[in-house]
Structure formats: C-alpha cells, structure tokens
C-alpha cells in the first residue's frame, strides 16, 4: 500500500495540520480570503500575494484535507473549512492577546472573581519603555481626564502625579467613588493632606475602606466612563509597573459586578472615626 492510500489521520496528528497552516501566511490568507466569499483563482493570487503556482499547491492541499469544494473555476470553504479557518483565527488572536500581556501576567489579577484573560484580548497596555518609564503614570492620568465619573478599588491612584489628577478633576466636578485599603488611603493622605482634604469634602467625593480587597498588593481596577482599567503594581517595590485598560462591553460588565461586590461591605471614611490614617498634624 502507497503512502498517498493510507487514511490522513494514520499518518499526520492535529499538530501536523496546525504547523502546515502556522508555516505559511500564505496558507491562512487563502482561508481568511475564502471565509469572506468564494473566489477564483487569480483573486487569490491578488489577495495574497502570492504567485499562481503556490496558490495552486495550496488549493491542491486544502482539496486533499476536504476544506474546499471547487464549482467552475471558483473556490469555496467547506463546513469544515469554515471550521478551521474559525478556530484558527481564535488562536491567533489568542495569542496576540498572550503576548500582549505576557511582560505583566504577573501583575494581573488573581483574586478578582470572574477575572478572565479574554476579557482583555483588545486591551491597551502601557508599560514603560526603553528611557521612558511614565508611560502607565500618563495613561492613568488620560484616563482620569478623559471620564465624567470614576469607580474603582485597590492601588489604581497612588502615585503623586496620579493623586495631583484626582483632586483636580473631583474638584471640578468628576463623581469619584473609590474604594481603599486603609494603608493604601494613608499613604494618599501623607501625599498633601490638605490638597486630599479639599477633595474628600466635595460633594461628589465618596472615600471609602475595604481591609480584604482582592489583589490589593498586585493592582487595582478603575471604571471610568468609556474604559475600564487594571493598573499593576510592583509588591515588592509599589512602583506602577503597568495600565491595561480596554472599552470591551463584558470586561466592563465583570469589573462593575466586582466593584459592587465590595462596595456592598466597605465602610464609609470619617476623620473622625479613623485618626489613624491622619497625619499627627491633621488630628492636632
């Protein structure tokens, strides 16, 4: 018995199938242009780029594993053709997303129930760069400006420059409900008192404390009006090491719902209440 009479599947694995397509964009741009409509051979060719002859092997190819059907002198995908080319593209964009992330995966969240890295496959991620370390501090500060509204908990707003934002746009009117692990608030109010002050007596300011927020010494979350963000920390340092923020619609679900969950049993700040977080001079 020949090579060419053994059944496909007693000679190539899966990862077979998936090296033949992985080799070759020419391969994938074949299948992303037929799941788009059937085409004849010269509009593959344009499509692609490539030349007649590798369109050719490569028609030949996709006939021998049943992803195509030809009707004249045009092409088209079969179900299962249609199946591969979907699946394929899922992985491709899988691991765009991984490699998107994969310099602060270990800054993202572990604790935030419902935390999914698909979540964030369309995220913007600012990390600092080569001789350029303000990229996150700035995109925090965009993302702060550009909001009517902010939400948010944990370690998202504590940098200085982050903080100075924060009072001025609460001053100006921004709603601005957060919610801060007590050590977290201190070393906010030992920033300027005084300027932290002037903000938590605005109307518009809700300051509220949370002992068990999850990931607190990892990152915090933010909700702004268009976005929702993760902002990721250093544990050892507490330097900003990264911003992930995207305007997907079920990121923004799941952040809402976990913002809720803790909202529901955090406790309002009072100076009165919580002299310990005050600097001695406040509560003279």
């Not at 899988?94 to 890295?117: K, N």
């Amino acid at each position: 018995m020949g090579r060419d009479d053994i059944p496909r599947q007693e000679t190539e694995s899966p990862i077979d199938d998936i090296a033949y397509l992985a080799r070759s964009g020419h391969r994938i741009g074949v299948l992303a242009t037929l799941a788009e409509e059937p085409k004849k051979r010269h509009e593959l060719c344009s499509s692609t780029g490539a030349s007649s002859p590798t369109i050719g092997r490569i028609l030949g190819d996709f006939d021998d594993r049943r992803w195509i059907v030809r009707d004249g002198s045009t092409y088209e995908l079969t179900p299962l053709g249609e199946y591969v080319v979907e699946r394929f593209q899922d992985l491709q964009r899988a691991m765009e997303t991984e490699r998107e992330l994969r310099d602060v995966w270990e800054y993202i969240p572990r604790e935030m129930e419902g935390f999914s890295v698909d979540l964030f496959a369309d995220a913007v991620v600012s990390y600092p760069g080569p001789g350029y370390p303000y990229e996150p501090v700035e995109r925090v500060s965009q993302l702060v400006e550009g909001t009517t509204k902010l939400r948010g908990f944990g370690t998202t707003i504590f940098k200085s420059v982050n903080n100075e934002t924060i009072c001025r746009c609460v001053m100006d009117g921004m709603d601005y409900e957060y919610i801060y692990p007590p050590e977290v608030l201190r070393a906010t109010i030992e920033w300027d008192p005084e300027r932290v002050a002037q903000a938590a007596s605005c109307d518009n300011c809700t300051i509220l404390l949370h002992d068990a927020i999850p990931d607190k010494e990892r990152c915090g979350l933010g909700i702004f009006d268009d976005r929702i963000g993760i902002c990721c920390h250093n544990q050892e340092t507490g330097l900003l090491e990264a911003v992930i923020d995207t305007d997907d619609p079920n990121a923004r679900e799941w952040a809402i719902s976990v913002f809720d969950r803790h909202r529901a049993d955090a406790r309002q700040f009072s100076p009165a209440e919580n002299t310990d977080l005050l600097p001695d001079d406040a509560t003279a």
